[in-house]
């Protein structure tokens, strides 16, 4: 059971390339988040899924789009990187989507953009 | 406006002494619930404590300790005879169940960076 994964660990990029960061989860969880963390600023959210098939914007979604490929995949793309998307990715996943339920993380993916 | 407040940004102690890491939220809702993370060194979020509005008890779990008060909004976090293991960022984080998105919606306060020297 490996809970949360997350690929690639690190990542560095040339403004304007695109990448794909891929989140999979085991717990058979419905929900699924993308929050980035910046020095200061805590996490926050950029896209969730409540179930497969569904997703939504959350406080930063700007310069992103995700994929909920199936109930345990839930990718992260973007398309024209920017020094602004500099930043450690996490996701997370939680079961059912309530407010009550905890979510569990990924260890993270840290990009850099040139 | 939900709201997560840490004051406190970094806090550097001496091993074996008490420190309590503070956080104040805002809520317009009547049933919310409260969490703190750790993320230690090595970057992954451990969840530790979930505490929900209608439940005012005090937790304590081994050195660590929360104290909850809806009269003052807060939720803050002791650890007792702190140890270098204890060295970590620690996030507070407000769910509500109205909240505008999916209702597991978290929303973090800015972390507190705690260092433990031997």
């Known amino acids: 059971n490996a809970g949360v994964t997350q690929t690639p660990k690190f990542q560095v990029l040339k403004t304007g390339q695109s990448m794909t960061l891929q989140c999979a989860q085991d717990m058979n969880h419905n929900s699924m988040y993308w929050y980035r963390q910046d020095p200061g600023m805590g996490l926050r959210l950029i896209y969730y899924s409540a179930s497969e098939g569904t997703t939504d914007k959350g406080e930063v979604p700007n310069g992103y789009n995700v994929s909920r490929l199936n109930k345990r995949e839930f990718s992260l793309r973007l398309e024209s990187a920017a020094p602004s998307q500099t930043s450690v990715y996490f996701c997370?996943?939680?079961?059912?989507?309530?407010?009550?339920?905890?979510?569990?993380f990924g260890p993270g993916t840290r990009l850099t953009v040139l | 406006a939900q709201k997560v407040t840490q004051a406190q940004t970094e806090i550097s102690v001496v091993e074996k002494e008490d420190v309590t890491l503070d956080c104040v939220y805002e809520?317009?809702?009547?049933?919310?619930?409260l969490f703190w993370y750790k993320q230690p060194p090595s970057g992954e979020l451990v969840f530790l404590i979930r505490?929900?509005?209608?439940?005012?008890q005090n937790e304590i779990s081994g050195r660590y300790s929360w104290n909850f008060q809806k009269s003052t909004s807060s939720f803050n976090f002791t650890i007792t005879a702190s140890q270098v293991v204890d060295s970590a960022v620690y996030f507070c984080a407000l769910s509500e169940p109205n909240y505008g998105g999916s209702q597991g919606n978290l929303i973090f306060g800015k972390g507190t960076k705690l260092s433990v020297k031997p």
């Open positions: 997370a996943s939680q079961n059912p989507p309530t407010a009550y339920n905890e979510q569990f």
């Open positions: 505490r929900n509005s209608f439940d005012e």
């Open positions: 809520t317009r809702d009547t049933t919310y619930y």
